[in-house]
């Protein structure tokens, strides 16, 4: 192998050190205020028993193969039997990540006379699958309803002749705030279009019994709406809440999903139980809610920084070098706290994403902020 054929590799790395982009994996350590375990089910005794009684009854590591193969076992049947019911929608079809549920479903729903218009800070795997469909597609401002509709309108006149797909999430990921579903939902009803809602940061603790922000809007024909499991339901994979006939297209045109490994039959169970915990444990919403509050309220007051609402706080810090010395040494002091960096977040919003979890108590909130104060203040540009 000659020089040059890994000469263009070590490039581009050197490049994003340059920037303070580079990423690299840093193992698990100190107090959790990164993870997406928002109710601290991902090492429950409940989940854990769950899942020992399914292998003990038989149920395999493995699927053994995709879902239209051998691999569609009883287990992730009864769990989109069970999702459907809990979340009030027709259909769901049963996905081994968020991210390969909305490259699937961006891929293959949208057809090529069509409209994909998405907020500009929508999910990375969303990005992937439009950028795999056949439809044309439109980035507009943040959470700006009268965006979207000047953009549909422009469409119209410029001879769209499809059904437009309005894509938001409930919760946006590194800012933690809300989309404007209600307002989004008319919109898609006046224009014959589709709704889809990315719920990933809202299932399971927002919403009527945790059913997320689109809890009274899934059971119409035309919103489509992704849970994902592997953050406030503590496992893996992902929920896609579709009306029946968009879920036999998705299992005959989805090639993520046709040609793909089944989840393991074991995480169908843990996310079936997932479920039936917020159904049975209402004090742990209720619980997180409070511990929600008093963190925002605890950043204002310490920082001067202005909370989400959510269990999402962004610390702004700007500068990508920055960032990434006050969040290791944050971690030095036994917080595990992450910069997050373009092109994760836009250019010169480098930041420390809080996530606030019921693996952390009060007290330990108080102190992570005070610490945080005195290296923001100690770590200059």
């Given at each position: 192998?000659?020089?040059?054929?890994l000469g263009r590799y070590k490039r581009t790395l050197a490049g994003l050190d340059r920037k303070g982009r580079r990423r690299q994996l840093v193992a698990q350590d100190g107090v959790d205020f990164t993870s997406n375990d928002y109710l601290a089910l991902a090492n429950s005794p409940r989940l854990k028993a769950a899942v020992a009684a399914a292998i003990d009854c038989g149920v395999p590591v493995g699927a053994g193969?995709?879902?239209?193969?051998?691999?569609?076992?009883?287990?992730?049947?009864?769990?989109?039997?069970?999702?459907?019911?809990?979340?009030?929608?027709?259909?769901?079809?049963?996905?081994?990540?968020?991210?390969?549920?909305?490259?699937?479903?961006?891929?293959?729903?949208?057809?090529?006379?069509?409209?994909?218009?998405?907020?500009?800070?929508?999910?990375?795997?969303?990005?992937?699958?439009?950028?795999?469909?056949?439809?044309?597609?439109?980035?507009?401002?943040?959470?700006?309803?009268?965006?979207?509709?000047?953009?549909?309108?422009?469409?119209?006149?410029?001879?769209?002749?499809?059904?437009?797909?309005?894509?938001?999430?409930?919760?946006?990921?590194?800012?933690?705030?809300?989309?404007?579903?209600?307002?989004?939902?008319?919109?898609?009803?006046?224009?014959?279009?589709?709704?889809?809602?990315?719920?990933?940061?809202?299932?399971?603790?927002?919403?009527?019994?945790?059913?997320?922000?689109?809890?009274?809007?899934?059971?119409?024909?035309?919103?489509?709406?992704?849970?994902?499991?592997?953050?406030?339901?503590?496992?893996?994979?992902?929920?896609?809440?579709?009306?029946?006939?968009?879920?036999?297209?998705?299992?005959?045109?989805?090639?993520?999903?046709?040609?793909?490994?089944?989840?393991?039959?074991?995480?169908?169970?843990?996310?079936?139980?997932?479920?039936?915990?917020?159904?049975?444990?209402?004090?742990?919403?209720?619980?997180?809610?409070?511990?929600?509050?008093?963190?925002?309220?605890?950043?204002?007051?310490?920082?001067?920084?202005?909370?989400?609402?959510?269990?999402?706080?962004?610390?702004?810090?700007?500068?990508?070098?920055?960032?990434?010395?006050?969040?290791?040494?944050?971690?030095?002091?036994?917080?595990?706290?992450?910069?997050?960096?373009?092109?994760?977040?836009?250019?010169?919003?480098?930041?420390?994403?809080?996530?606030?979890?019921?693996?952390?108590?009060?007290?330990?909130?108080?102190?992570?902020?005070?610490?945080?104060?005195?290296?923001?203040?100690?770590?200059?540009?």
């Amino acid at each position: 192998m000659t020089p040059e054929a890994l000469g263009r590799y070590k490039r581009t790395l050197a490049g994003l050190d340059r920037k303070g982009r580079r990423r690299q994996l840093v193992a698990q350590d100190g107090v959790d205020f990164t993870s997406n375990d928002y109710l601290a089910l991902a090492n429950s005794p409940r989940l854990k028993a769950a899942v020992a009684a399914a292998i003990d009854c038989g149920v395999p590591v493995g699927a053994g193969g995709s879902r239209l193969l051998r691999g569609n076992h009883a287990e992730h049947e009864a769990l989109e039997t069970e999702a459907a019911e809990f979340f009030g929608t027709e259909r769901v079809l049963y996905f081994g990540s968020g991210y390969a549920a909305n490259a699937a479903l961006f891929s293959t729903l949208p057809q090529r006379d069509d409209i994909i218009i998405h907020d500009a800070l929508i999910h990375a795997s969303a990005h992937e699958g439009i950028a795999a469909s056949k439809a044309q597609a439109l980035a507009v401002r943040h959470n700006d309803v009268d965006a979207f509709a000047n953009a549909l309108r422009q469409w119209r006149s410029a001879g769209g002749t499809g059904h437009p797909w309005i894509a938001v999430e409930s919760l946006y990921s590194m800012d933690g705030d809300r989309a404007p579903l209600a307002e989004l939902a008319e919109l898609a009803d006046r224009h014959d279009g589709f709704l889809v809602i990315d719920e990933a940061h809202a299932t399971g603790v927002f919403g009527r019994g945790g059913r997320g922000f689109s809890a009274e809007l899934e059971s119409r024909e035309n919103v489509v709406v992704l849970h994902t499991c592997g953050k406030a339901l503590g496992s893996s994979g992902a929920l896609l809440g579709v009306n029946r006939v968009l879920c036999d297209y998705l299992v005959n045109r989805a090639r993520g999903f046709i040609y793909s490994t089944a989840p393991s039959p074991l995480m169908a169970v843990a996310v079936r139980e997932a479920l039936r915990m917020l159904a049975d444990e209402p004090q742990r919403r209720a619980d997180f809610e409070e511990l929600r509050t008093f963190a925002n309220e605890a950043l204002a007051a310490t920082l001067g920084v202005a909370g989400s609402g959510s269990q999402i706080l962004p610390v702004m810090i700007g500068d990508n070098s920055r960032a990434v010395r006050i969040a290791a040494r944050m971690r030095a002091e036994g917080f595990d706290i992450r910069a997050i960096r373009p092109p994760t977040v836009p250019e010169g919003t480098a930041r420390l994403r809080l996530a606030i979890t019921l693996n952390v108590e009060r007290p330990t909130i108080s102190s992570m902020l005070e610490r945080l104060k005195i290296a923001i203040a100690e770590e200059r540009p």
